[in-house]
């Protein structure tokens, strides 16, 4: 995996703890010192979840003699090319809203816009919009007529660019194509009016109305809904920024000659779709279908691959990370999941069944204890919410020990305690870690089912998980 160098997509699925990420950045060690003249870390990009992450891994490529290589997250991507046009609502409070509201509508328009059918289903309107939505007229002006089959040859001769490319490359052919009658060219305040109107003769003058329109046209008008006034539900952000190059044509970024796509399951078709416009470079997509934040966008091997048919794909099936014993209860969570976990003993996971809430504070706190007089380096407490995480953070600090509450706005990665939630800890690895609050209230969806399993697959060596009232159905086993 490291040394390939012939495919253009190399995609890795790895479980968790199977080292696929140190991986990805050794390659790209190794492609930078293989092809030192022609590719410097300026021209490699890493497209990662947050900033936290690339803090974790941040010592990585140094360490193996290299400059630090530039990061961007998919958010930022997708906030630079609808700046001017609409906000948008993040993938982290997409998330915390599944997370706390079960929303059936919700989760209807985010599935429907996950899947490869629904890219397919975009390019069909887009070749409609090209038959049928430019509708030539006559133009009459400086006392001439330019009769509207000339016009429809004109805005035909450009088909394959964008379409408001198209429209001014057709004005700008007509222009120069007729005379006055006294054998003069047209005007600027002539050529001006033409421009205009051979605008005019397109259905839409802006992308927002063309994506409204797509979903009228697929009879499903209900399944677009902005987030709030003027701000578009994560789902739809990369659906029209596909539409919007298809208007106004992508951005291509150039200087990319190499990008490294980590958590590949969280990225959906339609945004591989774009990921591909904007970089038409070498790529490295990394990831584990196992591990989602959002199961109803996730997506799976055969999908990805489907997106990248020509991409050589390569699985690793070994677990480094975690002890046989906390593998094997995580792969009860998931139970399709071919990971085997390398011969490494330790303690069985802990369920703690506490009588009442004090005393599964005092079950946390005593963990807490015994973390600090143990040799490990670092705790986890993983909960399901950025909510729950921000009350245990509130409820620990006196435990008189340093604690860390790691979320969204977080940039660093700190030893010690960490209270975090489970989008935040994907990607990560504690010594210990402790998953609050495992009862069957605030554990029950597929959501939460696929949280649960992220959570246990943070912990190396020791896995505790505390209730109070009835376990998760996932754990009655």
Request: charged residues 25%.
């Amino acid at each position: 995996m490291i040394r390939n160098e012939t495919s253009n997509e190399l995609i890795i699925q790895g479980g968790a703890g199977s080292g696929k990420t140190s991986v990805a950045l050794h390659r790209v060690a190794y492609l930078l010192y293989r092809h030192k003249d022609t590719l410097k870390s300026r021209n490699v990009l890493i497209l990662s979840p947050n900033k936290v992450f690339s803090d974790y891994i941040s010592n990585v490529l140094p360490e193996l003699g290299e400059e630090k290589i530039m990061e961007v997250n998919a958010e930022e991507l997708g906030a630079k090319e609808l700046a001017g046009i609409c906000g948008f609502q993040t993938f982290h409070e997409q998330v915390r809203e599944l997370a706390e509201v079960e929303d059936p509508d919700n989760i209807e328009r985010i599935r429907f816009k996950a899947g490869v059918d629904f890219v397919e289903a975009m390019d069909s309107y887009m070749k409609h919009v090209d038959g049928h939505y430019f509708v030539p007229e006559d133009i009459r002006v400086d006392g001439i007529c330019i009769p509207k089959d000339d016009v429809l040859r004109a805005y035909r001769a450009s088909i394959r660019l964008p379409v408001k490319q198209r429209l001014e490359k057709a004005a700008l052919s007509l222009i120069g194509s007729f005379r006055t009658d006294d054998g003069e060219r047209l005007t600027p305040a002539s050529s001006r009016t033409i421009k205009a109107v051979i605008r005019k003769m397109f259905k839409f003058q802006n992308v927002m109305g063309l994506y409204k329109d797509f979903y009228t046209h697929i009879g499903k008008p209900r399944l677009f809904k902005l987030h709030r006034k003027n701000t578009l539900e994560y789902a739809d952000v990369y659906p029209l920024i596909y539409l919007k190059m298809f208007y106004l044509g992508p951005s291509v970024y150039e200087s990319v000659k190499h990008l490294l796509i980590d958590e590949m399951q969280d990225y959906t078709p339609i945004q591989y779709a774009v990921i591909s416009k904007w970089f038409p470079c070498k790529k490295t997509i990394l990831g584990d279908s196992s591990q989602s934040v959002n199961p109803y966008s996730s997506t799976s091997l055969q999908e990805i691959k489907r997106m990248f048919p020509e991409a050589e794909t390569i699985e690793l099936l070994k677990s480094y990370r975690s002890t046989l014993e906390i593998m094997n209860f995580a792969k009860a969570l998931n139970p399709g999941s071919r990971l085997v976990p390398v011969e490494r003993h330790g303690e069985q996971p802990q369920l703690i069944e506490c009588t009442d809430v004090q005393e599964e504070w005092n079950q946390i706190r005593e963990l807490c204890l015994e973390f600090f007089q143990s040799d490990h380096h670092s705790l986890g407490i993983v909960c399901k919410t950025r909510k729950q995480a921000e009350t245990v953070y509130q409820a620990i600090q006196d435990v008189q020990a340093p604690v860390c509450l790691l979320d969204f706005h977080s940039e660093q990665f700190h030893e010690g305690i960490t209270v975090t939630f489970s989008h935040m800890a994907k990607g990560l690895e504690f010594d210990r870690v402790i998953i609050p609050f495992a009862n069957a209230d605030n554990y029950s969806t597929d959501l939460d089912k696929s949280l649960l399993y992220i959570a246990c697959t943070r912990a190396m060596h020791s896995l505790y998980l505390t209730w109070t009232g009835e376990r998760a159905a996932f754990l009655r086993k």
